[in-house]
C-alpha cells in the first residue's frame, strides 16, 4: 500500500492527561451539538518502530481472554504483536495473513485493516492487491476480502472478495477500491469506509451482521449497489479510518488532510453525511509520499477503544498513525499512538482542540524537548517531563494568537531545541523542524502561561507554566498562554 506513492500522495492522511467536563450530549435541539465540544490531544506515544515493511495500514488490535492485547501492523503481509496493552506493541511479530497465490486478487499481498467480533469469532476486513508494480508509476489494483478467525486472529480463512471497483486494472495506474476500515453500526449492519482510487474520494458500504458477504455500496440514496464491481456515491474525502461514537451513535472518521492543516475529524449522524470538526486534531506541515521530505509524514489514521481495541468508541479513545519523521524515507516508519478527550462546554469553548506541549529531557538532564509532535530516533530515550500546556491547533478567529515552530541545533554535540515564533528560527541560529501550534498572545479564562527557560549549566532551552521556571534555570520570555493540562 505505501509503494503506491501516486494513490496516497493523494489520501493525505488523532490524552492520557486531559479530563472530561461532562458527558457529551447526543443531540441539541435535534441536532449535533458540533460548537459545544471541545477535544484534547495528549502527547505522542511512539510504540513500534522503525520498520521498513510495516505500518503500512491503520493500525488494529483486539483484547485477549486474559486481558492482554493483540496487534495486528501490516505491509503485504499482515503480522500479529502481543502486548500487555495498546501501548505495548514493541514486541516481536509473526505472520498471519500471507499473499496469495498467482493471479488471485491477493496475489500481491493481503492487510488487515480492522476486526469486529461475531460471537466467539473474528470478522476481519482485509485489503488486497493484484497486477502491482511498485515502481514509480505505482501500478496496482485494489479490493477487499473478508476473513474469519476463531483464534483471535492467529489464523485466518479467506471468505472471499466483497468489495471491488468498477475500473479495469490499467498500466501505471492505481485501480480499484480499498483502504477500508469495517465497523458495528449498532443498527444490525456493518459498515465500510474505503477509498476509490478513481477520484479519491470516500465510499461507503454496508453488510448485515447476519450475514457478512453481503455488501452493497450507497449510491444516490440508497444501500442497493453491489459490493463488487457496483456503483457508489461518493461521500466526500473523509478518509477510510472510521470508528462509532457510541453514545451518540455516531460515526467518526479521521484522516491527515494537508489543506486541512493537520488530521480532520468528522461525524455523521447518517452513516453518510459528514460535518468537520472545527479544528484539526494534529498539526501537520505536509504529506509527501515521496521521501526523504523536508516534513514529517502522518498517514493512516484510526481511532482505537483503548479498553477492547476495537473501533467503538467512547469519549475517550486512541489515535493511530503511521508516522515517518522529516528527512527520513520509509525505512523509518512508527507507530504512533495519542489518547483523545472529547469534552462539552456551556458555551463554545475559545479553542476547540488543544495538543498537548510536552516537555522531555535526557537521562542527564543536558537537553530538553518542547514539542507537541513523536520524539524518535536520537531523541526516543528522551522521558516526559509533563504537559506544559496544550497549543492550539489553529488560530482562532477572533482572538489574538502567535504561531509556534520547535527549532533545533547541535552544540558540541548536544542537543539544544527551543519554540520560537514562526519564520524566527533561523535568525536565532537554529533549524526549523515543525510547527509546534498556537498559543494565545494574551492571557484568556482557562490558559496558563509559557514561559522559554534556559538551564544555567548547560544551556539548554526548554519551556514552563512557571515563572521560576520551577528551579531547573532562568526565565528567558513569556511565549504566551496555552490551555490548561
Known amino acids: 500500500m505505501v509503494k503506491d506513492r501516486r494513490a496516497l500522495s493523494n489520501l493525505f492522511v488523532l490524552a492520557l492527561l486531559a479530563t472530561m467536563a461532562a458527558p457529551i450530549p447526543a443531540f441539541a435541539d435535534g441536532e449535533w451539538c458540533m460548537e459545544c465540544v471541545s477535544v484534547r490531544v495528549g502527547p505522542p506515544q511512539v510504540v513500534r518502530g522503525p520498520f521498513p515493511d510495516e505500518i503500512d495500514a491503520p493500525f488494529s488490535a483486539v483484547r485477549l481472554p486474559d486481558g492482554t492485547f493483540r496487534g495486528f501492523s501490516a505491509n503485504g503481509h499482515t503480522y500479529a504483536i502481543e502486548g500487555t496493552s495498546l501501548s505495548d506493541m514493541a514486541g516481536p511479530r509473526h505472520s498471519v495473513l500471507e499473499e496469495g497465490d498467482p493471479g488471485s486478487l491477493a496475489e500481491c499481498g493481503r492487510w488487515l485493516t480492522s476486526t469486529i467480533r461475531s460471537g466467539a469469532a473474528l470478522l476481519g476486513m482485509v485489503h488486497q492487491e493484484r497486477i502491482c508494480d511498485?515502481?514509480?508509476?505505482?501500478?496496482t489494483d485494489k479490493s477487499m476480502a473478508i476473513a474469519l478467525s476463531r483464534d483471535d486472529g492467529l489464523n485466518w480463512t479467506d471468505l472471499g472478495t466483497v468489495i471491488s471497483g468498477q475500473d479495469a486494472?490499467?498500466?501505471?495506474?492505481?485501480?480499484?477500491?480499498?483502504?477500508?476500515t469495517m465497523l458495528d453500526g449498532g443498527d444490525g449492519y456493518l459498515y465500510a469506509y474505503c477509498l476509490r482510487n478513481s477520484d479519491w474520494q470516500t465510499i461507503a458500504a454496508r453488510a448485515p451482521l447476519?450475514?457478512?458477504?453481503?455488501?452493497?455500496?450507497?449510491?444516490d440514496g440508497a444501500w442497493?449497489?453491489?459490493g463488487l464491481g457496483g456503483k457508489a456515491s461518493a461521500i466526500g474525502f473523509v478518509g477510510p479510518g472510521a470508528g462509532l461514537l457510541l453514545e451518540q451513535k455516531l460515526v467518526v472518521t479521521v484522516t491527515p488532510d494537508p489543506w486541512f492543516a493537520g488530521v480532520r475529524l468528522s461525524f455523521s449522524t447518517d452513516k453518510v453525511t459528514f460535518t468537520d470538526f472545527l479544528a484539526p486534531l494534529l498539526v501537520i506541515d505536509g504529506s509527501d509520499w515521496e521521501r526523504p521530505a523536508d516534513t514529517e509524514l502522518v498517514?493512516?489514521?484510526n481511532v482505537l477503544n483503548p479498553a477492547d481495541g476495537g473501533n467503538e468508541i467512547d469519549q475517550n479513545f486512541v489515535l493511530s498513525y503511521l508516522y515517518v519523521p522529516a528527512g527520513k524515507d520509509f525505512a523509518d516508519r512508527y507507530l504512533v499512538l495519542h489518547d483523545v478527550t472529547l469534552s462539552i462546554h456551556a458555551s463554545p469553548p475559545p479553542a476547540p482542540a488543544g495538543i498537548a506541549l510536552t516537555r522531555w529531557s535526557n537521562a542527564e538532564r543536558s537537553s530538553y524537548v518542547s514539542s507537541t509532535g513523536p520524539l524518535t530516533g536520537d531523541r526516543a530515550d528522551f522521558q516526559a517531563d509533563g504537559i506544559i500546556a496544550y497549543m492550539l491547533t489553529q488560530a482562532p478567529a477572533d482572538i489574538a494568537s502567535i504561531r509556534f515552530a520547535e527549532?533545533?541545533?547541535?552544540i558540541g554535540g548536544r542537543l539544544d531545541h527551543l519554540l520560537a515564533d514562526e519564520g524566527s528560527c533561523k535568525r536565532l541560529g537554529?533549524?526549523?523542524e515543525r510547527t509546534a501550534g498556537w498559543l494565545f498572545a494574551l492571557e484568556q479564562s482557562g490558559t496558563s502561561p509559557v514561559y522559554r527557560c534556559q538551564d544555567n549549566a548547560s544551556g539548554a532551552h526548554f519551556v514552563s507554566a512557571q515563572a521560576d521556571c520551577e528551579g531547573l534555570g532562568s526565565m528567558q520570555a513569556l511565549l504566551g498562554y496555552g490551555l490548561k493540562p
Do not use: F, I, N, V
Open 134 to 139: 511498485y515502481g514509480p508509476d505505482g501500478q
Open 169 to 180: 486494472p490499467q498500466r501505471g495506474r492505481t485501480t480499484g477500491e480499498g483502504d477500508c
Open 210 to 219: 447476519s450475514d457478512p458477504l453481503d455488501w452493497r455500496k450507497y449510491h
Open 224 to 226: 442497493d449497489e453491489p
Open 299 to 301: 498517514a493512516y489514521a
Open 407 to 410: 527549532c533545533g541545533r547541535d
Open 430 to 432: 537554529y533549524k526549523r
